[in-house]
């Protein structure tokens, strides 16, 4: 039952948006006895600024967790920011700090990293690519150089994005070596596919596959489908993989430390979630 002392975490979205967290939290916190709960939000993005300040106004808020639209906005809307959200443009996670200050940070690419952690891939000092500069793409990046990876090539389509946030890299992280301009995965020991690409049977792949040591770890981020035919053909080479939906279940753990609740393993809770993917 929620009451004025159950601590709440806003998940704000649009209001068509299919809210999930709500199915991994709330289960979490019913196992550990803990008082909280995360609500669906719905909100328009004309009416998101002004909402996201009033939300932190309620006695009982303990944070707030952002989906799209808003994640972009969200940024202009800090006092507070990490260099990840920086250097992806996005925020995902908003907390208020003294004197009702707003402190965001972004976890989509902590999951991908902590994912890729636990099954013991190695990225200190790693050559990584990295293909898609989109909002995921760039929180993978930023996240990836975090870990302190050696070097960081960047592509996509629009040449100017993968530019942009090749740029933001190095001024963050000056002693990465950062290129763009290819796809080619030859030569590096983590590859990411964070385009829709290579999704479906018979869908062109984001990259050469037969170009892809079979000793690299390979990512997607595609949560439509467990095995991508991206994945299924990296698979085959013999090359070691993380699904999509690993993304979403690792960042969790970096949220639950963020907003100072108890933190778990990404395995406690997909045995706790009431969804199915």
């Known amino acids: 039952m929620i009451n004025g002392n159950t601590e709440l975490i806003a998940h704000i979205g649009y209001p068509t948006h299919s809210f999930k967290a709500p199915m991994i939290y709330n289960p979490y916190f019913d196992h550990l006895g803990v008082n909280a709960r995360v609500i669906p939000m719905g909100c328009r993005p004309d009416d998101y600024p002004t909402f996201l300040r009033s939300v932190f106004k309620l006695s009982n808020i303990r944070g707030a967790l952002i989906t799209m639209p808003h994640k972009v906005v969200t940024v202009g809307l800090l006092d507070e920011s990490t260099p990840t959200v920086q250097i992806a443009g996005a925020c995902n996670a908003v907390k208020v700090m003294a004197g009702g200050r707003l402190q965001g940070d972004l976890f989509d690419g902590e999951g991908f990293v902590r994912g890729l952690l636990r099954k013991g891939c190695q990225l200190r000092g790693a050559r990584v690519l990295v293909v898609g500069s989109g909002g995921v793409g760039s929180a993978i990046a930023a996240s990836l150089a975090a870990a302190g990876v050696g070097a960081i090539a960047v592509y996509d389509a629009r040449t100017e994005s993968a530019q942009g946030l090749a740029q933001r890299l190095k001024k963050h992280y000056p002693a990465i070596e950062v290129s763009t301009g290819s796809n080619d995965p030859a030569g590096f020991s983590v590859v990411v596919n964070a385009t829709p690409m290579g999704m479906n049977p018979g869908d062109p792949l984001p990259m050469d596959v037969g170009r892809i040591s079979s000793d690299a770890f390979v990512g997607e981020v595609v949560m439509k489908q467990e095995m991508t ?41 997909r045995s706790l979630a009431q969804l199915k993917y």
């Open 229 to 269: 035919a991206f994945l299924t053909a990296a698979k085959e080479r013999g090359c070691r993989y993380q699904i999509g939906t690993d993304m979403l279940f690792e960042q969790i753990p970096a949220y639950l430390e963020f907003f100072g609740y108890p933190t778990t393993t990404a395995d406690v809770l």
